[in-house]
């Protein structure tokens, strides 16, 4: 009898201790970033270097005028789409910049905060600005590139998946650091 009853008083003490749920906190996967080196793409208007981790994805377009690619990060679900624009005279770029400023302030909707930080390399005519767009936008990382007088370099980061701003951060500063890098490497052909 001792033993039935010593039985049933483990199978219950079990059956209460396992009741008891308690769900983990939701956690991100660690993203490390690897040391990679660049790899070299030019146009016949203009080159820079992109990471070698990276793909470029050449976008077909009706509009004759220009070209667009992506940079396409497969392992971060995410890509930067790519538009160069020849710029005719002064008219077509500052229609260019109010377009790009547009496009960045258009997520302040959602936006936490939108700052920008300005680049400057007179002796390579690159000048340049990077919007940081903190919160749920679709696109946290912007920029472009111009000589200010024949050349528009525009870029976006985009993630293949909802955004959630504390997921993407590291993504963010390691594509941030590869947007440097194309900016510090752009060179007009013409």
Request: aromatic letters at 14%; a neutral charge.
């Amino acid at each position: 009898m001792k033993k039935y009853i010593s039985i049933i008083i483990f199978f219950i003490s079990i059956t209460y201790s396992c009741s008891e749920y308690t769900p983990k906190p939701i956690g991100y996967n660690r993203i490390e970033k690897s040391q990679y080196g660049y790899k070299n793409y030019k146009t016949s208007d203009f080159s820079l270097l992109f990471p070698e981790i990276s793909d470029i994805k050449e976008i077909k377009s009706d509009i004759s005028v220009g070209h667009w690619f992506n940079i396409e990060y497969p392992n971060y679900h995410a890509s930067i789409h790519c538009s160069y624009t020849p710029v005719k005279n002064k008219t077509d770029l500052k229609k260019l910049l109010e377009d790009s400023y547009r496009l960045v302030y258009s997520h302040s909707i959602v936006a936490e905060d939108i700052s920008s930080s300005l680049y400057d390399d007179p002796l390579r005519k690159v000048s340049a600005t990077i919007y940081n767009i903190e919160g749920n936008a679709a696109t946290p990382l912007q920029f472009y590139a111009t000589d200010s007088t024949k050349h528009f370099f525009r870029g976006s980061l985009y993630f293949n998946h909802k955004v959630n701003p504390d997921s993407i951060a590291p993504v963010v500063e390691y594509v941030r650091e590869d947007i440097m890098k194309i900016i510090e490497t752009i060179s007009w052909t013409n």
